[in-house]
Nanobody, 125 residues
């Protein structure tokens, strides 16, 4: 599976962006998918995740109520709608896919098998 993240850019505080993660491979629809974010010299931080069916979603506390993750398996794409953006949301955002379907932590990047390149989100104050 190859993942391609896009949709990043420069936005003012309070604005919105929608990130997309497009995947190759017919089996992507059977993978859970997450979004992580990272700045240089810091650990990769979990933002949101969605189960393979889209029936379950997970968010870190700092983005709850502002971000929404969704997926369109017919298009092999996962989205991250980001609203009410804050300067602290400035990061490189990565999408990742996991093949496992157990209860292992969605927030742990080591539980993901495939990673896309990042897309930069910059929020100005």
């Amino acid at each position: 599976v190859q993942l391609q993240a896009s949709g990043g850019g420069l936005v003012q505080a309070g604005g919105s962006l929608r990130l997309s993660c497009a995947a190759s491979g017919r089996t992507f629809s059977s993978y859970g998918t997450g979004w992580f974010r990272q700045v240089p010299r810091k650990e990769r931080e979990f933002a949101a995740a969605i189960s393979w069916s889209g029936g379950s979603t997970y968010y870190t506390d700092s983005v709850k109520g502002r971000f929404a993750i969704s997926r369109d398996n017919a298009l092999n794409t996962v989205y991250l709608q980001m609203n009410s953006l804050e300067p602290d949301d400035t990061d490189v955002y990565y999408c990742a896919a996991r093949t496992r379907r157990d209860s292992s932590a969605w927030s742990d990047p080591t539980n993901y098998d495939y990673w896309g390149q990042g897309t930069l989100v910059t929020v100005s104050s």
